[in-house]
Each structure stands twice: as structure tokens, then as C-alpha cells.
């Protein structure tokens, strides 16, 4: 947990202990750096306002070296900061005020999604092969994408995403499920979660929204990834 103020930090540990969780505080960007240096967490709680900079540093500093997830937890509740925080990384976002239950039942639901690290998801990733369509290139055993042989440097729910629209090429996928299988199908957070994520994965891809080359939205519905013979 990455917070400063141990109005919240104390409680919340405790309660969190109750829950079967243990807990290490850092509160500062400095300390939190260090705690991940000496053993990587399962799971980091992330405040954005911290006394020597922001959490943002400390989440570019994480995604550098890891996939732990990531749940920002701070009183900064704007679109424009939670998007910020996602595009970074965070696999969800807790605006202050909140409860200990609701945290700890978030820190499950993140924990599911990312399926306790990478051996929970080998054996499903070995029976898929490369998925390929027009210069795109998906390598799911190596969890690797490229465009015209560029890698791209993606997030895991970016790749994630990309992954299940490009086995699907030509297919609508409703947005139901792309957050079902993405995410959790108890997925606590706005859906505007798919759309900040589809958004920067198009970025990355190069395409433009106006006018998309690769991913397509049908209003009301999904998305679609293109098809060969469109590409």
C-alpha cells in the first residue's frame, strides 16, 4: 500500500490483515520503489497524491519491470486523472472515500482477472498459435504483438483486448463480453474502462479513430477487429 496518510494506512492494513492479506506500507514514491526493488509485490495499492512526487512515478516505475497489478487508490476523482492512471497500467481505481470491504473485495476481483501470474494462464496460451491478420501479429505464448514487424509495447489488458478482437477477426464482439473476458464478469468499475483502453490500443496501433483501419466500433454494440480481406 502506497498512501501517506496513516489516517487511512493503519485501519486499512488492519483490515486487510483480518482479510488474509499481508500488508506493507510505503508512504513515499522513494519508499514504495525500494519495497518493489526488495521483494515485488502480489498486488500494489496506489495513492497519486505522495509527499516526494506522484503515484503515477511510482505505476511507470512498476510497469518498467512488472505485470503486478495495479489498483489506484486516491481522492483525485476526475475522468481526465483515471484515465491517466489506466493508461499507465492501473487495472482499477478506488476514489476516496471508501470501506475496507470494498477495497478487499476489489483486491479479489483484480487478483482473478490476473490469474494469480503468469503459470495460471501457460496452459491456455500454449494451445493458441500466432494470430495473424493483415500486418498485424499476436504471439500469445510470448504475449507479444507487432505491426509490420514493429513490437508494440502494450499493457496486459491491451494485449489482452487485442488478443480476443484478433481471434475473432471480422466478428462483432459486444461489450458485455470483451469486459466479461478481459476483466471479470463482476467487474466493479465503469465501463468507460473498455473505452479508455480500445482507445490507447488504437493509438498504439497507429489508427485513427475518426476513420479506423484495424479496430471498429458499431455503435450500441462492440467492437470489431477488421478482417484479412478488409486489411
Keep these: 500500500m502506497v498512501e501517506d496518510e496513516t489516517s487511512i494506512t493503519e485501519p486499512l492494513a488492519e483490515a486487510l490483515d483480518r482479510e488474509g492479506f499481508a500488508t506493507r506500507v510505503a508512504g513515499t514514491v522513494a519508499d514504495a520503489i525500494s519495497a518493489a526493488d526488495d521483494e515485488m509485490p502480489d498486488l500494489v495499492l496506489l495513492d497519486v497524491m505522495l ?32 484515465i491517466v492512471g489506466l493508461e499507465l497500467g492501473a487495472d482499477d481505481y478506488i476514489v476516496k472515500p471508501f470501506s475496507a470491504r470494498e477495497v478487499a473485495a476489489r483486491i479479489r476481483a483484480v487478483l482473478r482477472r490476473a490469474g494469480d501470474g503468469p503459470a495460471a494462464t501457460a496452459p491456455a496460451q500454449a494451445k493458441q498459435g500466432l494470430l495473424e491478420v493483415g500486418p498485424v501479429r499476436v504471439d500469445p505464448n510470448r504475449r507479444a504483438a507487432s505491426v509490420g514487424g514493429n513490437e508494440l509495447d502494450l499493457t496486459r489488458k491491451e494485449f489482452e483486448l487485442l488478443q480476443l478482437l484478433i481471434s475473432e477477426a471480422g466478428a462483432v464482439i459486444s461489450r458485455e463480453r470483451l469486459i466479461d473476458e478481459v476483466w471479470d464478469v463482476n467487474w466493479f ?27 471498429h466500433t458499431v455503435r450500441g454494440v462492440g467492437f470489431r477487429f477488421a478482417s484479412a480481406e478488409e486489411l
Design 51 to 82: 509527499p516526494d512526487g506522484s503515484g503515477y512515478d511510482v505505476a511507470r516505475s512498476l510497469r518498467e519491470r512488472s505485470n503486478v497489478p495495479i489498483i489506484m487508490l486516491t481522492a483525485r476523482g476526475e475522468e481526465t486523472d483515471r
Design 189 to 215: 468499475g465503469s465501463t468507460k474502462t473498455l473505452d479508455v483502453h480500445v482507445s490507447s490500443l488504437r493509438r498504439k496501433l497507429g489508427d485513427d479513430s475518426a476513420n479506423p483501419r484495424f479496430i
